[in-house]
């Protein structure tokens, strides 16, 4: 079974301060995605990436930055957290071959983030 | 662009009982797949079910299944003899073959009546 973990399930930060959130996945999957969660507006692509250093923009990465050292972990970075980055934040994995269908993202428990 | 709509925010069913969510979306590729994820209140979001757009054929899994009409961007999810545990948050969502980003819908809270 595939298994991605994330660092934290509840982080309490407060403004302005830097905030880490670390995800590492154990099936050698080359891709990897941060997706933030919110009420009403469903999962919205922050950053993926498809190799070690390698990063591609999602919807909406204002206000965050990605890290990816090593091809089992991805790490999303809030450089001065403010209020409106309360929310939910999924990692997930993906192969990158096998054909389309293949690529099936499995996800992490979420780590729920409280900005004050 | 890619939009996926749930026009259904919540929905309830009795226990034992068939339920359909909704799924539209929009897209002018020819080649992608279709998912529906289940997020239960613990969190973890799961793989239910996926459809590969050049398949006619509806996918199957036990109890879920789909009605895709390509057609008409239509992808619903059928659950059959709901159970207790069936109830969470259900999100479509789409993926261009061509690439490995999901596009998502904004989700259906599904709640099961004993």
């Known amino acids: 079974d595939v298994k991605v973990t994330q660092s934290s399930r509840y982080l309490v930060k407060r403004t302005g301060e830097k905030v880490f959130l670390e995800c590492v996945q154990d099936?050698?999957?080359?891709?990897m995605f941060w997706y933030r969660q919110d009420p009403g507006l469903g999962l919205r692509l922050i950053y993926f990436?498809?190799?070690?250093?390698?990063?591609e923009k999602g919807d909406i990465p204002e206000g965050y930055s990605v890290s990816r050292e090593k091809k089992e972990r991805f790490s999303l970075i809030l450089e001065s957290a403010s209020t409106n980055q309360t929310s939910m934040y999924l990692c997930?994995?993906?192969?990158?071959?096998?054909?389309?269908?293949?690529?099936?993202?499995?996800f992490g428990p979420g780590t729920r983030l409280l900005v004050l | 662009a890619q939009t996926v709509t749930q026009s259904q925010p919540e929905m309830s069913v009795q226990e034992a009982e068939t339920v359909t969510l909704s799924c539209t979306y929009d897209?002018?590729?020819?080649?992608?797949?279709l998912f529906w994820y289940k997020q239960p209140p613990s969190r973890q979001m799961i793989l239910v079910i996926r459809?590969?757009?050049?398949?006619?054929q509806n996918a199957t899994e036990n109890r879920f299944s789909v009605n895709f009409q390509k057609a008409a961007k239509s992808f619903s999810l059928k659950i059959s003899d709901s159970q207790l545990g069936d109830a969470a948050m259900y999100f479509c969502?789409?993926?261009?073959?061509?690439?490995?980003?999901?596009?998502f819908g904004t989700g259906t809270r599904l709640t099961v009546i004993p």
């Open positions: 969502a789409y993926r261009w073959s061509g690439a490995n980003n999901l596009f």
């Open positions: 990436s498809y190799d070690v250093k390698m990063k």
């Open positions: 997930a994995s993906s192969p990158l071959g096998g054909g389309g269908i293949l690529k099936t993202q499995y």
């Open positions: 897209t002018s590729e020819s080649d992608y797949y």
């Open positions: 459809q590969e757009a050049y398949k006619q």
């Open positions: 099936m050698d999957h080359e891709n």
